[in-house]
T-cell receptor
Framework: GAVVSQHPSRVICKSGTSVKIECRSLDFQATTMFWYRQFPKKSLMLMATSNEGSKATYEQGVEKDKFLINHASLTLSTLTVTSAHPEDSSFYIC??????????FGPGTRLTVT | AQRVTQPEKLLSVFKGAPVELKCNYSYSGSPELFWYVQYSRQRLQLLLRHISRESIKGFTADLNKGETSFHLKKPFAQEEDSAMYYCALSPPEGGKLIFGQGTELSVKP
């Protein structure tokens, strides 16, 4: 149980375009979902916290107009990288939380902006 | 400031040797502390939670509030323990996780 999926697993897009990443909790309802960014050989950096039906809370330094987060249901959150630039290339990981301290992580999405 | 520090980027030991992965934290209050593990080509998964005080796969971690540390230990390392290990904290009420930089553990035969 407690499986989280992400789609796509890998995406290449051109500079200036937008790309959407989906995060789904497959067998539980997630009141909260989190989006992280991971640089090579570095830690996970929390980008934003997303609660179902309300606006996401962004961490300091993360542009909310660039990284649009939607949490439309208890099993789905999406991250849209708008007007992507090469520096947005990274590994994006989501996690879903059914309650308080529990978080289950997705497999990640590798974004490459050319 | 809320911060988790893992001073070692890479820890290399031989099979059967003891292992200690260091973690120090900075937080005003009483956070929850965790260890997460990421095996090669797999997703991040929870290894230990300080409140549960369990031993998972032979690993233990003790919270030392005086030293603000939560070091991960195993008396006899196995090759299958090779992975990235992340120490993390969250507020006592739960919610977001703040991760350390991670330590890559390499257990050689």
């Amino acid at each position: 149980g407690a499986v989280v999926s992400q789609h796509p697993s890998r995406v290449i897009c051109k500079s200036g375009t937008s790309v959407k990443i989906e995060c789904r909790s497959l067998d539980f309802q997630a009141t909260t979902m989190f989006w992280y960014r991971q640089f090579p050989k570095k830690s996970l950096m929390l980008m934003a916290t997303s609660n179902e039906g309300s606006k996401a809370t962004y961490e300091q330094g993360v542009e909310k107009d660039k990284f649009l987060i939607n949490h439309a249901s208890l099993t789905l959150s999406t991250l849209t990288v708008t007007s992507a630039h090469p520096e947005d290339s990274s590994f994006y990981i989501c996690s879903a939380s059914p309650r308080s301290w529990e978080q289950y992580f997705g497999p990640g999405t590798r974004l490459t902006v050319t | 400031a809320q911060r988790v520090t893992q001073p070692e980027k890479l820890l290399s030991v031989f099979k059967g040797a003891p292992v200690e992965l260091k973690c120090n934290y900075s937080y005003s209050g009483s956070p929850e502390l965790f260890w997460y593990v990421q095996y090669s080509r797999q997703r991040l998964q929870l290894l230990l939670r300080h409140i549960s005080r369990e031993s998972i796969k032979g690993f233990t971690a003790d919270l030392n509030k005086g030293e603000t540390s939560f070091h991960l230990k195993k008396p006899f390392a196995q090759e299958e323990d090779s992975a990235m290990y992340y120490c993390a904290l969250s507020p006592p009420e739960g919610g977001k996780l703040i991760f350390g930089q991670g330590t890559e553990l390499s257990v050689k035969p």
